[in-house]
């Protein structure tokens, strides 16, 4: 049972219809500053590589330090509106500052430029369709949550992005004891990433979303490398565990790693770091830990199936296009990487299936997420790139191979989103749901440091 005093936090986010855009949010920040200019300090902590400012509102001047950033992916928009309630309960409530026991650093958006590249659905109709069809996800060497510095073994990155230096600054400026990463998926469950296991916190992180009608994923992790604390909750990814899990397992290692996570870079401070991830449609289904009659091994076959036509579709398209795309076009660097990125997972997942443990019963959990896992990446890596032929045909530059390559995937991609649709067993989550079951893990999670764990 939720404690009382959580209970009520619960009850104080408002009702909300829409996602907001880059400039809200900045102009959120803002506004708390100016109603409490006694309490708060609004700096500047860097620029995004398009030239926005990026803000920091600083809560309070004493004690532990907190770092809260939202759109650490821009196609996250729930972590915006967590860190602005988080940040307006704090300003106005006394009583809940000393509970929570922090001074908060909060970034509501630490990448304008890929939000904005969003923001054709943010205000809805938050229909899966409309969604993919104006989803962008930057490449990986642009993922702000992936651009921290590496040194490991043969894997190295110093490639900093602007928006990510600006975070180590901060990091190494405050040094915190808590840092929050506000993340979201698209269908499912909620789950989170610690990069400690809390057993005395991990009750109350399950039954938050369970509270307010959320389903637990008790579904597959994002990948097999990544520990599992317990139902739902799971080690915080990095590349070290990523790249020992190809050794063991005699994969290929990556041509190219990237950088590594934000929670890498707070190691040498001790930081607990907890990470969300909330989905904007719920699938009851991925909450059941029953046995089906289809094999774990099977169903893996039947993902690596899936992401190899993807992968065949994106590859023949951008081979056929070639030079004649904008070199500079974000969707096209995007659609390029992910193609890339993809290609050796088919590969690995039937490996993965021909080990003997795979020849048990999958779960109903199970076969939901990986089956969606299909959907999910045919509509987010296949729709960038339509997105990118859409934009090469909008400034001119329709030549014969682009108007021909963006007739055949249209047709594709109308046919994996009705199968998509066809396959759906998914509830659209209200947006405050989202955002309290967020705020609440992000509140109980300070608390429990507080309290002295």
Request: glycine share 6%.
């Amino acid at each position: 049972m939720l404690p009382a005093w959580l209970e009520t936090e619960l009850q104080t986010v408002p009702e909300i219809e829409v996602f907001s855009t880059a400039d809200e949010l900045v102009a959120e920040l803002a506004r708390l500053h100016d109603l409490h200019p006694e309490l708060t300090t609004l700096r500047r902590i860097g620029t995004s590589r398009l030239g926005d400012p990026l803000l920091c509102l600083t809560i309070g001047s004493t004690g532990p330090d907190a770092l809260v950033f939202g759109l650490p992916h821009p196609n996250e928009p729930i972590g915006g509106l967590t860190a602005l309630h988080l940040a307006a309960r704090v300003c106005a409530d006394e009583e809940l500052r000393e509970r929570l026991g922090h001074r908060w650093h909060v970034v509501a958006c630490i990448d304008p430029d890929g939000l904005r590249l969003n923001e054709g659905w943010l205000k809805g109709p938050f229909t899966r369709e409309h969604y993919a069809r104006n989803f962008y996800r930057p490449a990986g060497d642009e993922q702000i949550e992936w651009t921290f510095p590496l040194d490991y073994k043969t894997a190295y990155f110093d490639q900093v992005l602007p928006e990510t230096a600006a975070l180590m600054r901060v990091i190494d400026q405050v040094r915190p004891r808590l840092m929050c990463s506000l993340h979201n998926t698209e269908v499912g469950g909620a789950y989170y990433y610690l990069s400690r296991p809390e057993p005395e916190l991990h009750g109350v992180l399950q039954e938050i979303p369970e509270r307010l009608g959320l389903s637990l994923d008790r579904g597959e992790p994002e990948s097999p490398s990544i520990e599992r604390f317990a139902d739902g909750i799971f080690r915080m990814p990095d590349i070290e565990s990523m790249y020992d899990y190809y050794v063991e397992h005699d994969d290929p290692l990556p041509e190219k790693f990237g950088g590594n996570s934000s929670h890498s870079y707070t190691r040498p401070y001790g930081t607990l770091t907890l990470l969300s991830e909330l989905p904007h449609w719920d699938d009851a289904r991925v909450s059941d830990a029953s046995p089906t009659t289809t094999t774990y091994g099977d169903v893996l076959r039947e993902q690596a199936a899936g992401f190899r036509e993807l992968v065949e579709w994106m590859a023949e398209i951008l081979a056929a296009t070639g030079d004649e795309l904008t070199a500079g076009s974000a969707y096209v660097r995007a659609s390029r990487y992910y193609a890339r990125v993809m290609a050796p997972s088919p590969d690995g997942i039937e490996k993965r299936a021909a080990e003997p443990e795979a020849q048990r019963p999958a779960t109903v959990a199970e076969l939901a997420s990986v089956r969606d896992s299909v959907h999910m990446f045919r509509l987010r890596y296949a729709g960038m790139l339509l997105r990118a032929l859409d934009g090469e045909v909008a400034i001119g530059n329709a030549t014969p191979t682009i108007r021909a390559a963006q007739r055949r995937l249209a047709a594709q991609y109308d046919a994996w989103l009705a199968e998509a649709a066809e396959a759906a067993s998914m509830v659209q989550i209200p947006i405050k749901s989202l955002v309290a079951s967020q705020y609440a893990a992000l509140a109980a999670t300070a608390e429990y440091l507080t309290r002295g764990h």
